[in-house]
């Protein structure tokens, strides 16, 4: 990177050097055109008079040799001191002068930055496409593979509200004497037969086959305490097409960047000219 920039310093020297050198020849050129601006037109109209004076066979009078004293000749007139006139401004000359200096200089620098980038075009292009637009690309593809996967915790009194009916045949042990009043007791034992009613008593431990039907309204709290899994793909869902737009976006921009192009060997003209390449790009 030294030897750049020490040839653009000479280069920008020798463009000043050449303008200054450049300034002082128009600025002579200017005063010796505005001192002697009189003295062509003096020759003109000696010259105009001479011809005005030949007769018709093509020879001068000699009047025209001989002219009179008290009028000055042609050569006396063309020798004489031409008339100080006012000196015409010198601003445009000098302006165009430096603005043409200035414009030169500015495409040299202009130039010189545009090598001096142009050399680190392979590191900008690995920032640019390999780490950034690469990089996004890559990441949103992941991001529509994506799974949302965890379990969900669980723990809440439920309040429930039902009927319960109920139908079902069971068998009950008394816990005590039970008396049953106008019972239909019928007894048949050798040669005695009872057929009528009585009072009774059941006594305890007696089991009882019974048909128990009802319907029974049950309110209550439920106590839940569970693990739930939860597997969500993104690819399924709404976020699908925000992601693949972003890839479509970010490939177009990584494409104009020639991806091919990897190292100076890839690009046709290094092919053709491969000592400029190898010396630009070291």
């Excluded at 068998?171 to 005590?176: D, I, P």
């Excluded at 040669?191 to 008593?201: E, K, M, N, Y």
């Excluded at 597997?231 to 992601?243: E, G, R």
Aim: with cysteine; proline share 9%.
């Amino acid at each position: 990177m030294k030897k750049p920039t020490n040839l653009i310093g000479q280069a920008i020297q020798s463009i000043l050097n050449g303008l200054q050198t450049r300034g002082q020849k128009s600025q002579k050129q200017y005063e010796q055109q505005t001192e002697f601006s009189d003295y062509p037109d003096s020759l003109d109209t000696d010259e105009r008079m001479l011809r005005e004076n030949l007769d018709p066979i093509g020879e001068i009078p000699a009047a025209a040799y001989n002219p009179p004293t008290d009028q000055p000749t042609p050569t006396a007139r063309a020798r004489k001191a031409p008339a100080a006139q006012p000196k015409q401004s010198s601003f445009l000359p000098a302006f165009w002068t430096i603005a043409s200096g200035f414009s030169l200089l500015l495409n040299v620098v202009l130039i010189a930055v545009l090598l001096l980038v142009g050399r680190e075009l392979f590191v900008l292009k690995s920032l640019v496409a390999d780490e950034l637009l690469s990089g996004l690309y890559s990441n949103f593809v992941l991001m529509d593979q994506a799974r949302i996967t965890t379990e969900i915790s669980v723990k809440k009194d439920i309040p429930v509200t039902f009927d319960l009916p109920i139908s079902q045949d069971l068998v009950v042990t008394l816990n005590g004497a039970v008396p049953i009043s106008g019972a239909n007791v019928v007894i048949n034992t050798g040669g005695l037969a009872i057929d009528s009613t009585a009072d009774i008593v059941l006594p305890a431990g007696v089991q009882l086959p019974i048909h128990l039907e009802m319907t029974v309204p049950v309110t209550t709290n439920v106590p839940v305490d569970l693990i739930v899994p939860v597997d969500i793909p993104l690819n399924q869902t709404d976020l699908h097409a925000p992601f693949t737009g972003l890839q479509t976006v970010i490939s177009t921009f990584y494409n104009v960047t020639l991806p091919e192009v990897k190292t100076p060997q890839d690009i046709p003209f290094c092919d053709t000219f491969p000592g400029i390449c190898e010396y630009y790009f070291k």
